[in-house]
C-alpha cells in the first residue's frame, strides 16, 4: 500500500518561513511527478508547485520567487521551502504523487493527508 505522509506544517508571523516535506512509501517502483496542492475554507484546490522527476519544477504565480520544491529521488521525498509567507498563503497544504506502484500496471495519482499551514500575526 503506497502512502503519502506530510509533516512541517504549523504557525508562522507573516515574512517567515515554514519547510514541508512529504515521504512516499510502500512498495514504489517508479515516481513520474510530486507536486503541492492546497486549499483554503471555501475554495478550490489548487496547484502551488510541482516537480517532475528529473525534471525542472513549476510554480503558479502566486508563490513564484517565495516557494521552492525539490525531490529527493533516493528517499522518494518532496519538500516545499516556502519564504516570505503572506496571510493567503494560510491553506490546508496537500502532497501529490503520480507512480507506479509495484502491483500496479500504470501509473497512478496518490495524496497525502494534508497538513495545516497558518499565516498570522
Known amino acids: 500500500q503506497v502512502q503519502l505522509v506530510e509533516s512541517g506544517g504549523g504557525l508562522v508571523q507573516p515574512g517567515g518561513s515554514l519547510r514541508l516535506s512529504c515521504a512516499a512509501s510502500?512498495?514504489?517502483?517508479?515516481?513520474?511527478?510530486m507536486g503541492w496542492y492546497r486549499q483554503a475554507p471555501g475554495k478550490e484546490r489548487n496547484l502551488v508547485a510541482k516537480i517532475i522527476s528529473g525534471g525542472r519544477p513549476s510554480y503558479a504565480d502566486s508563490v513564484k520567487g517565495r516557494f521552492t520544491i525539490s525531490m529527493d529521488n533516493h528517499k522518494n521525498t518532496v519538500y516545499l521551502q516556502m519564504n516570505s509567507l503572506k496571510p493567503e498563503d494560510t491553506a490546508v497544504y496537500y502532497c501529490n504523487a503520480v507512480l507506479l506502484a509495484y502491483y500496479g500496471s500504470t501509473y497512478s495519482e496518490y495524496w497525502g493527508q494534508g497538513t495545516q499551514v497558518t499565516v498570522s500575526s
Open positions: 510502500g512498495r514504489i517502483q517508479s515516481i513520474n511527478r
